[in-house]
């Protein structure tokens, strides 16, 4: 009678100790989970409950404690913080599906037979495309219109440079602009040859076309925000920085969110315009937990590749060509004394060296005696020895490690053997800041962050040249990259406490690999896949 008893009791016990278990949505198990703390611990397990990591630990503790709704087993395979793009056009890369792809064409006809094809299966009013580059190529040099001209006589066609920073018009796209070779206009270029217009806009020349390009509908816009997530988080990526977005956009962006029809986070860059500035910097900083929007992104000047960046003195391949700052100094200087007055961050698109330097004093001027305002300077790409000291934890630098793999080839070029020492300086601007945040500025450059994390860390194309890699003293080490692209992006965000590492009482954004990205052979890095993204502990893509 006393052992049935004993037993019995025995059986409440267990009974009442399961019942006592904390109930709990998801646990992930048998992972190599690389939590990416301020110790930079590993673990083989966590638990998530709404949305948010809930323990880290072993699996036996975890099981003991909790019940899960859901278990995945991870299979061995590596688990990393959901990655974060500090630095893309998001909307850009939907709209870009909508039109002709022309990334990685290596010739103008190429680009052209293109565009030709798209037009038989579209039979659009307006032609509009992007993704050419000319350095590409095997001539080198800016195409002209005359071939467009000659196919597309009454049909408008805008195809931009991959950069965004130039584009070809036909005649008819620069007739309904009405842009003639007396068009006036202030940073950039309508680029003329013998009197007759080439096609060539760069930078704010630009805008006269897009004035009339025509807007694109709402279900287009949402259709192609729903295309760039499926993308985004193919690659793991589970937060992005949309560099440049109009209030429009951003409202659409919060509606499809807050139905769940959207579910990637978004850190939204208000585009410099005085209507978005006149509304936001009045209505103040807008934060859900997937929309943030409280910073202005403001262009400095154009690109290296267009040679469009200012520079300190002239290109070495282009006698007396400085480039160009895309507003005059006073309007950046008056700009920014606005948003320092407000919550605003202000991040500011600098390539040359001068732009850099204007950028970088303006900042500094202005956030003496601050030391939490963030502001940031994009893509920091030429930077002269004398003004690397003005960056810190309240001037980050954000770059880009795929723009030092493309323009490698002819980056010299532009620059000069002296000059090129202080461009794509990622470890000299990590050691001056504190931390590098690391994009990808899509689609400008592919996607995929796995070759940001191999062009940060090998400095080489695919093709593992050059040997050693390129300007090899900036190479980052692979803890450095990972942190670039997970916590220090949330830091440049003012997100590092809800998200960037797998942490107790963060969002449940993390992926699990084919391979382990800290220990993989390196040359292995650009073939890594995403088997699995999760955003707020629900799986969002399964390869």
């Not at 300086?425 to 990808?440: N, P």
Request: net charge negative; hydrophobic share 40%; with cysteine.
């Amino acid at each position: 009678m006393r052992k049935i008893l004993s037993l019995s009791l025995l059986f409440l016990m267990i009974l009442s100790c399961g019942s006592n278990k904390e109930k709990a949505d998801l646990l992930v198990f048998n992972a190599k989970v690389y939590t990416v703390n301020d110790s930079f611990d590993t673990a083989e397990a966590f638990a998530v409950k709404d949305g948010k990591f809930l323990k880290i630990s072993n699996v036996e503790d975890l099981r003991n404690k909790y019940d899960f709704a859901k278990e995945v087993d991870a299979k061995g395979k590596p688990v990393f913080p959901g990655l974060i793009d500090a630095h893309a056009h998001f909307y850009t890369l939907g709209m870009q599906q909508q039109r002709v792809d022309l990334t990685g064409t290596k010739s103008f006809a190429e680009v052209v037979a293109k565009i030709v094809e798209f037009q038989q299966e579209k039979n659009v009013d307006f032609i509009l495309g992007r993704g050419w580059d000319q350095n590409d190529w095997e001539v080198k040099e800016f195409p002209t219109k005359d071939t467009l001209d000659h196919l597309f006589p009454d049909t408008p066609v805008a195809i931009t440079r991959i950069d965004g920073h130039a584009l070809l018009a036909n005649q008819a796209a620069l007739d309904i602009a009405k842009i003639t070779t007396e068009t006036s206009f202030e940073g950039g270029d309508i680029e003329q040859k013998e009197g007759r217009l080439t096609g060539i806009l760069i930078d704010n020349p630009m805008e006269l076309i897009g004035n009339v390009a025509g807007k694109p509908g709402k279900q287009t816009q949402t259709e192609a925000l729903r295309t760039a997530e499926a993308i985004c988080v193919s690659y793991g990526l589970t937060t992005v920085d949309d560099a440049g977005l109009d209030r429009e956009v951003l409202e659409l962006i919060d509606e499809l969110q807050k139905s769940d029809s959207l579910k990637i986070r978004i850190y939204g860059m208000i585009s410099n315009t005085k209507d978005n500035l006149d509304y936001y910097l009045e209505k103040g900083a807008y934060k859900t937990d997937k929309l943030n929007i409280r910073s202005v992104k403001f262009y400095g000047d154009g690109a290296l590749g267009s040679r469009g960046a200012a520079l300190k003195e002239s290109y070495s391949d282009r006698a007396h060509h400085f480039g160009a700052m895309l507003s005059p100094i006073s309007e950046l200087k008056q700009t920014a004394a606005r948003i320092a007055k407000t919550d605003f961050q202000m991040n500011t698109h600098a390539i040359g060296d001068s732009a850099n330097y204007v950028v970088l004093k303006t900042y500094d001027s202005l956030l003496a005696g601050t030391n939490n305002r963030r502001w940031r300077v994009e893509h920091s790409q030429v930077i002269d020895s004398a003004d690397f000291h003005f960056f810190s934890k309240n001037i980050i630098p954000s770059v880009q490690p795929t723009h030092a793999t493309s323009d490698m080839y002819w980056a010299e070029d532009r620059l000069g053997a002296e000059r090129v020492k202080g461009a794509y300086a990622f470890k000299t601007l990590l050691d001056q800041a504190g931390i590098v945040a690391l994009g990808t500025d899509f689609p400008v450059e592919q996607v995929n962050p796995f070759l940001t994390f191999y062009a940060a860390v090998a400095r080489q194309d695919t093709e593992n040249y050059p040997e050693g890699g390129f300007l090899p003293e900036q190479k980052l080490n692979r803890e450095e990259t990972l942190k670039g692209m997970t916590i220090w992006a949330a830091y440049a965000n003012f997100e590092e406490k809800e998200k960037g590492s797998i942490e107790p009482g963060k969002f449940a954004d993390f992926i699990i690999l084919d391979r382990d990205l800290m220990e993989t052979d390196l040359k292995s890095i650009p073939e890594t896949k995403v088997i699995s993204t999760f955003i707020n502990g629900e799986l969002v893509y399964e390869n």
